[in-house]
T-cell receptor, first 116, second 112 residues
């Protein structure tokens, strides 16, 4: 595809429901990142994959958040027992290679999650 | 840890005015610095970057210089257009996994 895609674009969940957010990175990109962007704030790092390996999950706010990338391409971010404070835009980004600080990250349009 | 601070508040200015958005950072090691832009209804896009001290990144008339002595990476444009209306984020990455640390962003509104 031409860029990073995410689905769904919008998700409304009732408090306590589980949600799954999907990211399709640019084909061939090794690195994949998830960020959380609260209203009026900059994105905050959640987790990072290099191929299928989750190398950094230090930004995940609680054990209700889980991410996977089993075949090194598509990734899913799962949030269990959603809470109102989980309401945010969830951004996915990919970059061609990993291990260096200057590679451009290409961002998807995000999934806006609203928890009622 | 790594952090980025952007000046507070939205920026409103007239077309052809000079734009400056301040950005300062705290980082371990030798970070790379970025400006990302988010146009209305679109995703984040890289605007420019600089990977070492004294480098100047530039794109679409925007410029920013990596100043290690003042730990700053201020964004400037000499003559803004209405189409420059967007939210601008300063960011850095440092270390092996190039995770980005973002500032809060500045909404820029250019009035015709």
């Amino acid at each position: 595809g031409a860029g990073v895609s995410q689905s769904p674009r919008y998700k409304v969940a009732k408090r306590g429901q589980d949600v799954a957010l999907r990211c399709d990175p640019i084909s061939g990109h090794v690195s994949l990142f998830w960020y959380q962007q609260a209203l009026g704030q900059g994105p905050e790092f959640l987790t990072y994959f290099q191929n299928e390996a989750q190398l950094d999950k230090s930004g995940l706010p609680s054990d209700r958040f889980f991410a996977e990338r089993p075949e090194g391409s598509v990734s899913t971010l799962k949030i269990q027992r959603t809470q109102q404070e989980d309401s945010a835009v969830y951004l996915c980004a990919s970059s061609l290679t990993g291990g260096t600080s200057y590679n451009e990250q290409f961002f998807g349009p995000g999934t806006r999650l609203t928890v009622l | 840890g790594n952090s980025v601070t952007q000046m507070e508040g939205p920026v409103t200015l007239s077309e052809e005015a000079f734009l400056t958005i301040n950005c300062t950072y705290t980082a371990t090691g030798y970070p790379s610095l970025f400006w990302y832009v988010q146009y209305p209804g679109e995703g984040l896009q890289l605007l420019l970057k600089a990977t070492k001290a004294d480098d100047k990144g530039s794109n679409k008339g925007f410029e920013a210089t990596y100043r290690k002595e003042t730990t700053s990476f201020h964004l400037e444009k000499g003559s803004v257009q209405v189409s420059d209306s967007a939210v601008y984020f300063c960011a850095l990455s440092s270390g092996g996994n190039n995770r980005l640390a973002f500032g809060k962003g500045n909404q820029v509104v250019v009035i015709p």
